[in-house]
């Protein structure tokens, strides 16, 4: 595609309940890229992909979550259990190589009521 | 861990007024990028720098790479209210993976 895509766009979900995050990257893009941020805030890292290398998990807050990356392509960001402090705006974003921009996504606002 | 700071974290000015934005790190990098985030928007790169010392300058914004990469500076010129949103620093990891690590942020808000 022309950009990265993520859906939902919104989404609300009751306490307790699992979530999946999709995001659709640039095409051939290596390096794919999970954030969170709360309102107005900076970017809180969660998770790295890049190529066939081992994903850097260091940034997820917990095992409530879980991201994978299906052929190199598409990847879900997976929130089990929600909880109220979840709720923030997960933006994904992918890049070519090395020094390249990351480009991102519009985001998934997830309100966990 | 690698880690950036931004500073300051909020600023709001008169237009026309000359800010500058920093972002500090212990860790070398082999690029620092810079990004403006509008409201319900992503991230949007504005520049690269790769060498140490290294200025650029789009149009009234002029970024400056620290001689031992590890640090960075914006500086925006006659501040205009369409300058406003959240200012992010990235470094690009030394290494071989290659990751990038994001700043703090700086939300600027220009009043015209």
């Known amino acids: 595609g022309a950009g990265v895509s993520q859906s939902p766009s919104n989404k609300v979900t009751e306490k307790g309940k699992d979530v999946e995050l999709r995001c659709d990257p640039i095409s051939g893009h290596t390096a794919l890229y999970w954030y969170r941020q709360s309102l107005g805030q900076g970017l809180e890292f969660l998770i790295y992909f890049q190529g066939n290398s081992a994903p850097d998990k260091s940034g997820l807050p917990s095992d409530r979550f879980s991201a994978e990356r299906t052929g190199g392509s598409v990847s879900t960001l997976t929130i089990q259990r929600t909880q109220q402090e979840d709720s923030a705006v997960y933006l994904c974003?992918?890049?070519?190589?090395?020094?390249?921009?990351?480009?991102f996504g519009q985001g998934t606002r997830l309100t966990v009521v | 861990t690698q880690l950036l700071e931004q500073s300051p974290q909020f600023l709001s000015i008169q237009e026309g007024e000359n800010l500058t934005v920093y972002c500090n790190s212990s860790s070398v990098f082999s690029s620092l990028q810079w990004y403006r985030q509008e409201p319900g928007e992503g991230p949007v790169l504005l520049v690269t720098?790769?060498?140490?010392?290294e200025v650029k300058k789009l149009k009234r914004l002029t970024f400056q790479f620290g001689d031992a990469r590890k640090d960075s500076s914006l500086h925006i010129t006659a501040a205009q209210p369409g300058d406003t949103g959240l200012y992010l620093c990235?470094?690009?990891?030394?290494?071989?993976?290659?990751?990038?690590?994001f700043g703090t942020g700086t939300k600027l808000q220009v009043i015209p």
């Open positions: 974003a992918s890049s070519l190589a090395r020094d390249r921009a990351a480009f």
């Open positions: 720098v790769v060498t140490g010392g």
């Open positions: 990235a470094g690009v990891d030394s290494g071989g993976y290659q990751k990038v690590t």
